[in-house]
């Protein structure tokens, strides 16, 4: 039972190992049962070391229009891109600890970002257009966060360092992890 | 580390008993810090039974827009009411089992709904406008649950029974953990 005032939680999420090879038919809807073990979802680095990506509930994979949730893990050293979208961002952290860099978009160029220690059961977001950085920065552990953006799917413009302008950033869409469902589904089309 | 096509998860979760009272305070955004400790936010049952609800990350606490992310826990026998909403809603199974019951809202009323078996580690989004209930069946163990919506803050549209026709259906708006900050936010703008 949980009382009005007092909680205690535990949780303890295990996916199993598995063996699974992307296929051009995941990235169909059809079939899908409407409960999914996340531990069978597809998953894959998409040619970035140290992560691993699963979406969890997507717009290209599920048919979600206005919420997207993936399941990401960095291993120590890893990170995301240097980079900015406009849609709202949450992240809850489940395991492991590291470092957000966060600038505002309201200079010509991000400039030197703040840094935020971020850690298990945290979370945060990200401003709209604010440009970030998550970064894997404890050496031991890998680092494990939920991720849910508005307006799926995502569109994002990468800097390569905090000095570039905003208007030089390049525009990375669609996301590598929506690419391959993103051209299946173009050719649907024709 | 984590290969292309292996993953082993260990998620481990632990949110430290603490105790918190509810103060008017905690509707406004100013001072909080940008990475929150989930253990440290405000929960509550909010006059139903069995339920505890933290807003991780909410529209009227926190200043979003466009999505909103709760942790809910469900103690044995407990349940949401049966309800529908024209947001999108992903939930992702933390601890426990139960199940969803869904209908369509293709005819004048509910109906019979479909039954789902839910458990840990498994996701499963709700259809817009689709009627639905999830329930804590498992006699033993809690049922918790991240749940993300989008469009905050909900409006939801709640059925005495499935037979009730969708256009008996009554609105409860603001919601329950809505309802203090939504009130305060009010005042504010006069």
Redesign the interface.
């Known amino acids: 039972?949980?009382g009005?005032?007092?909680?205690?939680?535990?949780?303890?999420?295990?996916?199993?190992?598995?063996?699974?090879?992307l296929e051009a038919s995941h990235c169909s809807i059809n079939g899908l049962p409407?409960?999914?073990?996340?531990?069978e979802l597809p998953?894959?680095?998409y040619g970035r070391g140290?992560?691993?990506h699963?979406t969890?509930?997507g717009s290209l994979l599920?048919g979600?229009?206005?919420?997207e949730?993936w399941l990401q893990?960095f291993?120590p050293g890893s990170r995301t891109p240097i980079h900015r979208h406009s849609?709202?961002e949450?992240f809850?952290v489940?395991?492991g600890s590291g470092t957000?860099y966060?600038a505002s978009s309201s200079h010509k160029s991000p400039g030197k970002p703040e840094e935020?220690?971020?850690?298990?059961?945290?979370?945060?977001?990200i401003p709209v257009n604010d440009v970030h950085q998550v970064w894997n920065t404890n050496e031991h552990e890998?680092l494990?966060v939920?991720v849910?953006?508005?307006?799926p799917p995502i569109k994002v413009f990468i800097y390569e360092d905090w000095s570039m302008p905003h208007t030089a950033a390049k525009l990375k869409f669609p996301y590598y992890w929506d690419e391959q469902c993103f051209q299946e589904s173009q050719h649907d089309e024709l």
């Open positions: 039972m949980v009005p005032c007092f909680i205690s939680f535990f949780l303890f999420l295990n996916l199993l190992p598995f063996f699974q090879t409407l409960v999914r073990n996340i531990a998953q894959d680095n140290g992560l691993s699963i969890v509930a599920h979600l229009k206005e919420v949730v893990t291993a849609c709202e949450v809850v489940l395991k957000l966060l935020h220690f971020i850690f298990s059961n945290s979370t945060f977001h890998d494990q939920l849910i953006i508005s307006r």
